[in-house]
């Protein structure tokens, strides 16, 4: 919670901190930091303002940081391949309505167009 504190009180906020979660992602072998990172960012999503969230939903993101790491090259544990799809799938549902935040939208219906299966939600339960 601190850190969603810190970056809901500065301007830079938002940005830095998501150069370094995209800094603990992108690239990284070790799948353990990379869950650790996932929910950092699941955290600040969920307690942080809309500037974060423009950020974090922009097409740029979830396609250069989110997707890529699932990419079959990367070959991602099954855990990180889900959590990344329930991120995606789970905040296109949250910012559906909002014209701003629909980068994440787009590239949800793109996967799911092109036949990528997203683990089940509670809902669908």
Known sequence: MEICDIINETEEGPKDALRA???RIVGNKN???????LTVLETC???CGHRF???VASQDFVESVLVRT????NNPPTIVHDK???????????FRS??????VVTIYEDLRRKGL??????LDM
Request: hydrophobic letters at 50%; proline letters at 7%; charged letters at 20%.
């Open 31 to 37: 799948f353990h930091e990379v869950m650790l990172a």
């Open 98 to 103: 909002s014209p701003d935040l629909t980068g």
């Open 70 to 73: 699932i990419l079959p090259k």
């Open 84 to 94: 990344v799809l329930n991120l995606i799938q789970s905040w296109a549902d949250a």
């Open 117 to 122: 299966e997203f683990p089940m939600t509670d």
């Open 53 to 55: 969230h423009v950020l």
């Open 45 to 47: 999503v969920k307690n």
């Open 21 to 23: 979660v995209k800094k």
